[in-house]
């Protein structure tokens, strides 16, 4: 019944590695989103896509590729982790038109050692 | 850009007392949305209630409401009864009205306690 679902919840990895995180929405929104939330809780938006297709990105290092298979999924793969990247990360989605409430997953934990 | 402050790092507030959040916001846009979002220490983000910049009443969710003054660019939450379970950060969001796209900009949070 989870509307926006992201795994893993919790991920420790050492520096260098890759990792990916995914997400899925069944709440048959066009759009979804990664937000990155620092250690200051501070949270910022990282990409956006709609409908499959990427609408925004942000100040993100290029380490940082978004996929979406389809317009319920959106994963996010990180590329050689820095501990710089330390962080939860959220994915969200949001329907097109009228009440574009945001709905967030429960984040995903990201610790690189 | 749109920019949300919130200029209260942290408050507390006495079980059954009520308690006002601040935010404020700069926009040029004449219509748009505002939230108030909730994150427990279970880290999830729950949506506490909304506002829409064209309607002049405040919302109001059962203990949540909302004093949206729009030419000052301001939007309190107010809190009142409060319970153990608020203890929370408060984020204010803004988001223009959309094409679909538009992230939520978010202030920095508020750390709520609410105290036995």
């Known amino acids: 019944d989870t509307a926006v679902s992201q795994t893993p919840k919790y991920l420790v990895t050492q520096m260098g590695n890759d990792k990916s995180i995914k997400c899925e929405q069944n709440l048959g929104h066009d759009t979804m989103y990664w937000y990155k939330q620092d250690s200051k809780k501070f949270l910022k938006i990282m990409f956006s896509?709609?409908?499959?297709?990427?609408?925004i990105n942000e100040t993100v290092p290029n380490r940082f590729s978004p996929k979406s298979p389809d317009k319920a999924h959106l994963n996010l793969h990180i590329n050689s982790l820095e501990l710089g990247d330390s962080a939860v990360y959220f994915c969200a989605s949001s329907p097109t038109g009228g009440w574009n409430t945001i709905y967030f997953g429960e984040g995903s934990w990201l610790t690189v050692v | 850009a749109q920019t949300v402050t919130q200029s209260q790092p942290e408050m507390s507030v006495q079980e059954a007392e009520t308690v006002t959040l601040s935010c404020t916001y700069d926009?040029?846009?004449?219509?748009?949305?505002l939230f108030w979002y909730k994150q427990p220490p279970s880290r999830q983000m729950i949506l506490v209630i909304r506002?829409?910049?064209?309607?002049?009443q405040n919302a109001t969710e059962n203990r949540f409401s909302v004093n949206f003054q729009k030419a000052a660019k301001s939007f309190s939450l107010k809190i009142s009864d409060s319970q153990l379970g608020d203890t929370a950060m408060y984020f204010c969001?803004?988001?223009?009205?959309?094409?679909?796209?538009?992230?939520?900009?978010f202030g920095k949070g508020t750390r709520l306690s609410v105290i036995a």
């Open positions: 969001a803004f988001m223009k009205p959309n094409s679909g796209n538009t992230p939520l900009v």
């Open positions: 896509y709609n409908n499959k297709e990427l609408i």
């Open positions: 926009t040029s846009e004449s219509n748009y949305y």
């Open positions: 506002q829409e910049a064209y309607k002049q």
